[in-house]
Protein backbone atom coordinates (compact mmCIF):
# COMPACT_ATOMS: atom_id res chain seq x y z
CA UNK A 1 0.00 0.00 0.00
CA UNK A 2 2.41 3.09 -1.14
CA UNK A 3 1.73 5.88 -3.62
CA UNK A 4 4.01 6.32 -6.56
CA UNK A 5 5.86 9.75 -6.53
CA UNK A 6 4.01 11.95 -9.74
CA UNK A 7 5.88 12.16 -12.78
CA UNK A 8 7.18 15.93 -11.65
CA UNK A 9 10.11 17.29 -13.16
CA UNK A 10 11.71 19.76 -10.65
CA UNK A 11 12.17 22.28 -13.49
CA UNK A 12 9.18 24.29 -13.79
CA UNK A 13 10.42 25.34 -17.39
CA UNK A 14 13.86 26.14 -19.04
CA UNK A 15 14.50 29.21 -20.78
CA UNK A 16 15.23 28.55 -24.34
CA UNK A 17 18.20 29.88 -26.21
CA UNK A 18 20.10 29.85 -22.95
CA UNK A 19 18.92 26.71 -21.56
CA UNK A 20 18.81 28.06 -18.09
CA UNK A 21 16.37 25.62 -16.12
CA UNK A 22 13.56 27.59 -13.39
CA UNK A 23 13.07 25.74 -11.08
CA UNK A 24 9.51 25.21 -8.93
CA UNK A 25 10.74 25.74 -5.78
CA UNK A 26 12.60 29.33 -7.26
CA UNK A 27 9.20 30.01 -8.40
CA UNK A 28 7.54 29.10 -4.88
CA UNK A 29 9.64 31.84 -3.40
CA UNK A 30 8.63 34.57 -5.57
CA UNK A 31 5.13 33.48 -5.91
CA UNK A 32 4.75 33.45 -1.94
CA UNK A 33 6.71 37.03 -1.74
CA UNK A 34 4.54 38.73 -4.63
CA UNK A 35 1.30 37.18 -3.31
CA UNK A 36 1.73 38.67 0.15
CA UNK A 37 3.47 42.03 -1.33
CA UNK A 38 -0.03 42.40 -3.36
CA UNK A 39 -2.59 41.06 -0.35
CA UNK A 40 -0.48 43.82 2.49
CA UNK A 41 -0.85 46.34 -0.05
CA UNK A 42 -5.05 45.57 0.17
CA UNK A 43 -4.95 45.62 3.85
CA UNK A 44 -3.28 48.94 3.71
CA UNK A 45 -6.25 50.32 1.69
CA UNK A 46 -9.12 49.40 4.35
CA UNK A 47 -8.37 51.35 7.55
CA UNK A 48 -11.62 49.75 8.95
CA UNK A 49 -9.94 46.31 9.30
CA UNK A 50 -7.60 48.43 11.53
CA UNK A 51 -10.02 50.17 13.39
CA UNK A 52 -9.98 53.74 11.36
CA UNK A 53 -6.17 54.02 10.88
CA UNK A 54 -3.91 52.16 8.08
CA UNK A 55 -0.06 50.79 10.08
CA UNK A 56 1.35 52.51 7.05
CA UNK A 57 0.85 53.86 3.51
CA UNK A 58 0.19 51.33 0.70
CA UNK A 59 2.86 52.62 -1.23
CA UNK A 60 5.58 52.25 1.13
CA UNK A 61 4.67 48.19 0.90
CA UNK A 62 6.97 47.62 -1.56
CA UNK A 63 10.07 49.50 0.19
CA UNK A 64 9.40 46.50 2.88
CA UNK A 65 8.88 43.86 0.40
CA UNK A 66 12.71 44.56 -0.66
CA UNK A 67 13.90 44.67 3.12
CA UNK A 68 11.53 41.20 4.03
CA UNK A 69 13.28 39.44 0.48
CA UNK A 70 16.69 40.28 1.97
CA UNK A 71 15.78 38.64 5.57
CA UNK A 72 14.23 35.66 4.14
CA UNK A 73 17.43 34.70 1.76
CA UNK A 74 20.27 36.06 4.53
CA UNK A 75 18.48 34.65 7.75
CA UNK A 76 17.69 31.45 5.96
CA UNK A 77 21.14 30.62 4.82
CA UNK A 78 22.35 32.03 8.15
CA UNK A 79 20.34 29.90 10.21
CA UNK A 80 20.52 26.79 8.32
CA UNK A 81 24.60 27.28 8.81
CA UNK A 82 24.21 27.80 12.78
CA UNK A 83 21.27 25.33 13.55
CA UNK A 84 21.64 22.55 11.38
CA UNK A 85 25.57 21.96 9.92
CA UNK A 86 28.13 24.24 11.63
CA UNK A 87 30.89 22.09 11.66
CA UNK A 88 30.75 21.66 8.22
CA UNK A 89 30.90 24.84 7.40
CA UNK A 90 33.55 25.91 10.15
CA UNK A 91 36.00 23.13 8.28
CA UNK A 92 35.17 25.35 5.03
CA UNK A 93 33.89 28.63 5.32
CA UNK A 94 33.41 29.32 1.90
CA UNK A 95 30.30 26.49 1.05
CA UNK A 96 28.48 29.08 3.31
CA UNK A 97 28.12 31.51 0.09
CA UNK A 98 27.31 27.76 -2.36
CA UNK A 99 23.56 28.47 -1.87
CA UNK A 100 22.70 26.60 -4.90
CA UNK A 101 23.77 23.06 -3.27
CA UNK A 102 20.80 23.80 -0.85
CA UNK A 103 20.49 24.61 2.95
CA UNK A 104 18.07 27.29 4.03
CA UNK A 105 16.05 26.66 7.84
CA UNK A 106 12.71 28.56 8.12
CA UNK A 107 13.72 29.60 11.70
CA UNK A 108 16.34 31.59 10.27
CA UNK A 109 14.64 33.24 7.27
CA UNK A 110 11.71 33.84 10.37
CA UNK A 111 14.11 35.32 12.24
CA UNK A 112 15.97 37.47 9.45
CA UNK A 113 11.96 38.80 8.65
CA UNK A 114 11.62 39.63 12.15
CA UNK A 115 14.92 42.15 12.02
CA UNK A 116 14.27 43.14 8.55
CA UNK A 117 10.86 44.18 9.75
CA UNK A 118 11.41 45.75 12.97
CA UNK A 119 14.14 47.92 11.41
CA UNK A 120 12.12 48.96 8.67
CA UNK A 121 9.22 50.06 11.07
CA UNK A 122 11.71 51.82 13.47
CA UNK A 123 13.20 54.12 10.98
CA UNK A 124 10.01 55.38 9.32
CA UNK A 125 7.84 54.99 12.92
CA UNK A 126 5.42 52.71 11.69
CA UNK A 127 3.76 49.98 13.93
CA UNK A 128 5.71 47.22 14.10
CA UNK A 129 3.56 45.13 16.20
CA UNK A 130 0.12 45.98 13.10
CA UNK A 131 2.91 45.17 10.56
CA UNK A 132 3.45 41.94 12.28
CA UNK A 133 0.13 41.23 11.97
CA UNK A 134 0.15 41.72 8.47
CA UNK A 135 2.75 39.39 7.95
CA UNK A 136 1.41 37.02 10.02
CA UNK A 137 -1.82 36.49 7.43
CA UNK A 138 0.48 36.01 4.53
CA UNK A 139 2.99 33.71 5.76
CA UNK A 140 0.78 30.69 5.60
CA UNK A 141 0.67 31.60 1.42
CA UNK A 142 4.72 31.11 1.11
CA UNK A 143 4.39 28.19 3.28
CA UNK A 144 1.86 26.21 1.35
CA UNK A 145 3.90 27.10 -1.87
CA UNK A 146 7.47 26.56 -0.20
CA UNK A 147 5.99 23.15 1.28
CA UNK A 148 4.77 21.73 -2.37
CA UNK A 149 7.87 22.50 -4.08
CA UNK A 150 9.45 20.75 -1.12
CA UNK A 151 7.47 18.01 -2.46
CA UNK A 152 8.27 18.50 -5.87
CA UNK A 153 12.30 18.23 -5.33
CA UNK A 154 11.54 16.12 -3.64
CA UNK A 155 13.42 16.79 -0.39
CA UNK A 156 12.68 16.80 3.39
CA UNK A 157 10.93 13.44 3.16
CA UNK A 158 9.56 11.75 5.75
CA UNK A 159 10.03 8.26 8.01
CA UNK A 160 9.56 5.28 6.49
CA UNK A 161 6.12 3.72 6.44
CA UNK A 162 3.47 1.20 5.35
CA UNK A 163 0.53 3.34 6.03
CA UNK A 164 -1.47 4.30 2.87
CA UNK A 165 -0.70 7.65 2.70
CA UNK A 166 3.16 6.64 2.36
CA UNK A 167 5.11 7.26 -1.13
CA UNK A 168 7.63 6.11 -2.87
CA UNK A 169 9.88 8.85 -3.87
CA UNK A 170 12.59 8.75 -6.48
CA UNK A 171 16.38 8.09 -5.86
CA UNK A 172 18.11 7.98 -2.88
CA UNK A 173 14.71 8.47 -0.32
CA UNK A 174 13.20 5.05 -1.51
CA UNK A 175 16.94 3.02 -1.30
CA UNK A 176 17.86 4.68 1.93
CA UNK A 177 15.55 3.20 4.73
CA UNK A 178 18.29 2.78 7.55
CA UNK A 179 17.32 -0.50 7.70
CA UNK A 180 13.47 -0.29 8.25
CA UNK A 181 12.00 -3.55 8.30
CA UNK A 182 9.06 -2.94 5.84
CA UNK A 183 11.82 -2.57 2.91
CA UNK A 184 10.75 -4.45 -0.69
CA UNK A 185 13.58 -5.13 -2.99
CA UNK A 186 15.47 -2.36 -0.90
CA UNK A 187 13.23 0.48 -1.26
CA UNK A 188 10.11 1.86 0.56
CA UNK A 189 7.22 4.29 1.04
CA UNK A 190 7.55 7.65 3.06
CA UNK A 191 5.43 9.85 4.86
CA UNK A 192 4.79 12.97 2.83
CA UNK A 193 5.57 14.92 5.40
CA UNK A 194 6.17 17.91 2.88
CA UNK A 195 2.15 17.49 2.26
CA UNK A 196 1.19 17.41 6.16
CA UNK A 197 3.69 20.57 6.51
CA UNK A 198 1.81 22.70 3.26
CA UNK A 199 -1.57 21.14 4.92
CA UNK A 200 -0.73 22.26 8.64
CA UNK A 201 1.28 25.17 7.98
CA UNK A 202 -0.13 26.56 4.94
CA UNK A 203 -4.41 25.18 4.70
CA UNK A 204 -4.69 25.56 8.23
CA UNK A 205 -2.94 28.27 9.99
CA UNK A 206 -3.98 30.48 7.10
CA UNK A 207 -7.79 29.54 7.23
CA UNK A 208 -7.60 30.21 11.26
CA UNK A 209 -5.56 33.48 10.62
CA UNK A 210 -7.90 35.07 8.25
CA UNK A 211 -11.06 33.46 10.14
CA UNK A 212 -9.85 36.04 13.31
CA UNK A 213 -9.32 38.74 10.59
CA UNK A 214 -12.71 38.95 10.00
CA UNK A 215 -13.03 38.74 13.36
CA UNK A 216 -11.45 42.19 13.87
CA UNK A 217 -8.25 40.73 15.13
CA UNK A 218 -6.59 43.37 13.42
CA UNK A 219 -7.72 45.61 15.84
CA UNK A 220 -5.96 43.95 18.78
CA UNK A 221 -1.97 44.69 17.81
CA UNK A 222 0.45 41.45 18.23
CA UNK A 223 -3.05 39.31 18.11
CA UNK A 224 -2.40 37.10 14.58
CA UNK A 225 1.61 37.54 15.24
CA UNK A 226 0.71 35.37 18.51
CA UNK A 227 -1.38 32.76 16.49
CA UNK A 228 1.25 32.37 14.03
CA UNK A 229 3.85 32.01 15.88
CA UNK A 230 2.03 29.54 18.01
CA UNK A 231 0.35 27.94 15.19
CA UNK A 232 3.54 27.19 12.91
CA UNK A 233 5.83 26.16 16.08
CA UNK A 234 2.75 23.35 17.05
CA UNK A 235 2.42 22.28 13.41
CA UNK A 236 6.07 21.57 12.84
CA UNK A 237 6.62 20.09 16.30
CA UNK A 238 4.11 17.54 15.34
CA UNK A 239 5.15 16.71 11.85
CA UNK A 240 8.94 16.31 13.14
CA UNK A 241 7.29 13.16 14.30
CA UNK A 242 7.17 11.89 10.87
CA UNK A 243 10.11 13.85 9.16
CA UNK A 244 13.10 12.06 7.85
CA UNK A 245 15.99 13.37 10.39
CA UNK A 246 18.78 15.81 8.71
CA UNK A 247 21.72 13.02 8.59
CA UNK A 248 23.98 15.46 10.71
CA UNK A 249 22.11 14.63 13.67
CA UNK A 250 21.48 10.50 13.42
CA UNK A 251 24.06 8.02 14.56
CA UNK A 252 23.49 4.50 15.05
CA UNK A 253 22.94 4.89 18.78
CA UNK A 254 20.60 7.96 17.43
CA UNK A 255 18.92 6.78 14.63
CA UNK A 256 15.47 8.92 15.14
CA UNK A 257 18.10 11.75 14.58
CA UNK A 258 17.51 13.76 18.02
CA UNK A 259 19.42 17.04 18.51
CA UNK A 260 19.05 16.74 22.48
CA UNK A 261 18.26 13.20 23.50
CA UNK A 262 17.35 12.22 27.20
CA UNK A 263 17.95 8.24 26.90
CA UNK A 264 15.15 6.85 24.49
CA UNK A 265 13.42 10.25 24.28
CA UNK A 266 14.28 13.15 22.84
CA UNK A 267 13.70 16.44 20.93
CA UNK A 268 14.33 17.34 17.18
CA UNK A 269 16.37 20.35 15.86
CA UNK A 270 13.16 21.63 14.52
CA UNK A 271 11.60 20.62 17.69
CA UNK A 272 13.69 22.81 19.88
CA UNK A 273 13.57 25.94 17.24
CA UNK A 274 9.46 25.74 17.34
CA UNK A 275 9.37 25.54 21.25
CA UNK A 276 10.32 29.38 21.85
CA UNK A 277 7.57 30.49 18.59
CA UNK A 278 5.16 28.82 20.54
CA UNK A 279 6.04 30.64 24.21
CA UNK A 280 6.71 33.79 22.55
CA UNK A 281 3.51 33.27 20.49
CA UNK A 282 1.13 32.90 23.66
CA UNK A 283 2.75 35.91 25.30
CA UNK A 284 1.73 37.88 22.18
CA UNK A 285 -2.04 36.67 22.32
CA UNK A 286 -2.01 37.35 26.28
CA UNK A 287 -0.71 40.74 25.54
CA UNK A 288 -2.58 41.37 22.94
CA UNK A 289 -6.06 40.00 25.22
CA UNK A 290 -5.03 41.85 28.38
CA UNK A 291 -4.51 45.51 26.02
CA UNK A 292 -7.98 44.80 24.13
Not at 248 to 259: E, V
Amino acid sequence: MAIPFPEISPNAFVIPGVDLPIRWYALAYIAGLLAGWRIIVALMKRPKLWGGRIPMPPEKVEDLLTAVILGVILGGRLGYVLFYDLPTYVADPLAVFRVWEGGMAFHGGFLGVVVAGIWFCRRHGYPALSVGDAFALVAPIGLLFGRVANFIKPELWGRPTDAALGVIFPGQAAQTCMGWAGQVDGFCARHPSQLYEAGLEGLVLGAVLWGLMARGALQRPGLLMGVFLMGYGLARAFVELFRQPDVQFTSPTNPIGYALQFGEFGLTMGQILSIPMVLVGLAFVLIARVKA
